[in-house]
């Protein structure tokens, strides 16, 4: 069995937002997907440590705002490598309007946005899967979404490829993170975009 046959499978690249009990948040997923086109549903898979998970648990509605090739590196460092728990991403953030259902859409770096209401929670363990019907949606340009492969070769930053001399370097595939050490810790979790050890790769020179 080839593990690396995960790697081919596609992805896109979304904004998920949703706002419960007065507080709004927004996370990057790439995960979303129709599942059923009559009715129209789509999926997505959340990680529960996300404080927009339980953001969309808890009111059963939520914008998938979908990143387009013209996406920068900005968007996915402030909805990904922060948490809603520490901080308000929509603070001062001006790249967003209000959708029909009261709930955030990004309006830059992206070409459409789906609002949807939560028909089934799935409990996946790490995860919950949520089956919502598509209530509204609308596109916002003409530029083709961003997969995550696009991601990977032209949004993400171009790390140095080598490790200073004679020493070995752990980068994160996801953000670019550097941890510095021989071996890297089979339980260590990026500090920036919270992706496992299994993200990392190993550099020297
Ligand atoms: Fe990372």
Same mark, same amino acid.
């Given at each position: ?89 929509? $603070? ?24 949807? +209401?939560?028909?089934? $929670? ?33 949004? +993400? ?9 004679? +020493? ?28 496992? $050890? ?8």
């Amino acid at each position: 069995m080839d593990k690396k046959t995960m790697y081919k499978l596609t992805y896109g690249l979304f904004v998920l937002t949703s706002q419960a009990e007065g507080k709004d948040s927004g996370c990057i997923i790439n995960t979303a997907g129709q599942v059923t086109s009559e009715p129209n549903r789509i999926s997505i898979t959340v990680n529960k440590a996300n404080f927009t998970h339980d953001l969309v648990k808890k009111s059963g509605s939520f914008n998938v705002s979908i990143l387009s090739e013209e996406a920068s590196f900005d968007t996915f460092r402030h909805f990904g490598f922060q948490s809603g728990r520490e901080v308000d991403k929509f $603070a001062g953030y001006e790249d967003c309007k209000r959708s029909a259902n009261g709930l955030y859409y990004i309006t830059a770096g992206t070409n459409g946005y789906i609002s949807a +209401k939560v028909e089934q $929670a799935i409990d996946l363990g790490s995860h919950t899967m949520f089956i919502a019907s598509v209530e509204d949606m609308e596109v916002l340009s003409g530029t083709a979404s961003a997969s995550y492969a696009y991601y990977q070769a032209s949004i +993400k930053p171009k790390p140095e490829k080598t490790a200073p001399a004679g +020493k070995t370097v752990w980068r994160c595939s996801v953000c670019g993170y550097v941890y510095e050490g021989e071996e890297l810790p089979e339980d260590f979790v990026c500090p920036l975009c919270k992706h496992p $050890a299994s993200d990392f790769e190993k550099v020297t020179q």
